[in-house]
């Protein structure tokens, strides 16, 4: 299976303040990488597919890059309502596995 | 826009199953992969299975092989999740979710489904 390794683990952040998070696959998965994100008892949104892709009615501060093993997922300017858990997913390979989560909360 | 819309809460005992349904509203399958994924209380994302609808192809996750059982009603355009020998290991919530362009773009609202003697 592939392992997919997110950091930071949780992070304090501030309204305005520009988010990076990074998310590491144990092997090379090219483009194949998506991002949600989850509030707490809602289910997943996607937010970020083939790596780079917004997903329709995602807000522009949102954005993905990379590709091979090492992927960021940008904040800029981060909302109010962008506080929430966000996982990293592969699709390389079957099973589908996702990162650990990084939780955003207010400093 | 299509939306998931799961069956509700389910209270089971050990060694028992569940049936967990998961029903297309505003749209239907069409050719589209249907992928069951839960998440244990406080914990991250695990990914279960997926079917096929179109093509009947089916794949679970090795863990869940032997007691997992995912099918799927197209012309009712309903999933269906079976898990058999629940232990406490199994409390959880399970999502359905849709997939197109590689993304789960479509989530079901979750089936919070508790094992406890």
């Known amino acids: 299976d592939i392992q997919m390794t997110q950091s930071p683990s949780s992070l304090s952040t501030s309204v305005g303040d520009r988010v990076t998070i990074t998310c590491q696959a144990s092997?090379?998965?090219?483009?194949?990488l998506n991002w949600y994100q989850q509030k707490p008892g809602r289910a997943p949104k996607l937010l970020i597919y083939d790596a780079s892709n917004l997903q329709s009615g995602v807000p522009s501060r949102f954005s993905g890059s990379g590709s091979g093993t090492d992927f960021t997922l940008t904040i800029t300017s981060l909302q109010p309502e962008d506080l929430a858990t966000y996982y990293c997913q592969q699709y390389e390979n079957l099973p589908l596995t996702f990162g650990q989560g990084t939780r955003l909360d207010i400093k | 826009q299509i939306q998931l819309v799961q069956s509700g809460a389910e209270v089971r005992r050990p060694g028992s199953s569940v049936n967990v349904s998961c029903k297309a509203s505003g749209g239907t399958f069409s050719s589209h992969t249907i992928t069951w994924v839960r998440q244990a209380p406080g914990q991250g994302l695990e990914w279960m299975g997926r079917?096929?609808?179109?093509?009947?192809?089916?794949n679970h996750a090795q863990k869940f092989l032997g007691r997992l059982t995912i099918t799927a009603d197209r012309s009712t355009s309903t999933a269906y999740m079976e898990m058999s020998s629940l232990t406490s290991e199994d409390t959880a919530v399970y999502y359905c979710a849709r997939v197109r362009r590689n993304g789960l773009d479509v989530w079901g609202q979750g089936t919070t489904v508790i094992v406890s003697s």
């Open positions: 092997q090379d998965i090219s483009k194949y």
């Open positions: 079917i096929i609808p179109i093509l009947g192809t089916i």
